[in-house]
């Protein structure tokens, strides 16, 4: 079953990249900063190991067990499962911002179509896992199931058209995505299990953290420079 689990996960993954590969091949400032799609290809691999080992990373120090002792025992999550949805899309982000500014690339635009290309493939992931249990899932993850289209309706055909528009600086539109998601994981995580939420499990902190630092960002974007640019 759970070799059934990783099989998923690399479905999720090809979709994705058939996802960036639609949006990323005829963006004009791809082409022109030579940001050709096997750079952009040869990235989402990259990340996709740094989002796994964010995602294993944050589960673990969110839900300790023994069994995270020992190096195996975190790296073996087919045999051993946790993967933490919102430590996966953070460090993923911010590891894929980190590349591109190390490698001279568009880093807003970068980012702002790997967050596209993961909002492709989100609702689908969901689907395939609550197949994969047989419909045996949590409260946080039905809601989720249902969020997950949610999410993806309005920010591919709402805001992400903004962005096409240039109405938004590129990053801004993964910023507004990190801080709604990030929002609305909280406050899932904490309705659907009051009786042992715990603000200060790493997780929840972490969303804290996405939520803040997004904002900041935002305002100091779209806000204070166009201020600036009229003084």
Do not use: W
């Not at 499962?81 to 894929?96: K, R, T």
């Not at 909002?119 to 249902?146: E, H, Q, R, S, W």
């Amino acid at each position: 079953m759970m070799y059934l689990y990783f099989l998923t996960l690399i479905i999720c993954f090809v979709i994705f990249l058939y996802n960036l590969y639609l949006v990323s091949k005829d963006d004009s400032l791809l082409i022109r900063r030579d940001v050709l799609i096997y750079k952009m290809f040869n990235l989402s691999i990259i990340s996709a190991f740094a989002s796994l080992f964010f995602s294993r990373l944050f589960h673990v120090v969110s839900y300790p067990n023994s069994a995270f002792n020992n190096v195996l025992g975190f790296i073996a999550f087919t045999h051993i499962p946790g993967l933490s949805l919102i430590g996966a899309i953070a460090g993923g982000l911010l590891f894929v911002a980190i590349y591109s500014k190390y490698r001279k690339y568009p880093i807003g635009r970068v980012i702002d179509l790997f967050t596209v290309a993961f909002l492709g493939v989100l609702p689908i992931a969901y689907i395939l896992f609550f197949i994969l249990k047989l419909g045996k899932t949590d409260t946080f993850f039905n809601i989720f199931l249902f969020l997950s289209f949610v999410i993806s309706l309005v920010f591919i055909k709402g805001v992400y058209k903004l962005s096409e528009k240039g109405e938004l600086k590129d990053g801004s539109f993964s910023l507004i995505f990190l801080t709604v998601f990030s929002l609305l994981y909280f406050l899932v995580k904490l309705f659907s299990n009051l009786s042992n939420f715990s603000f200060l499990r790493i997780e929840n902190l972490l969303s804290f953290v996405v939520i803040f630092l997004s904002i900041v960002l935002l305002i100091n974007q779209e806000v204070m420079n166009k201020l600036l640019n009229k003084k």
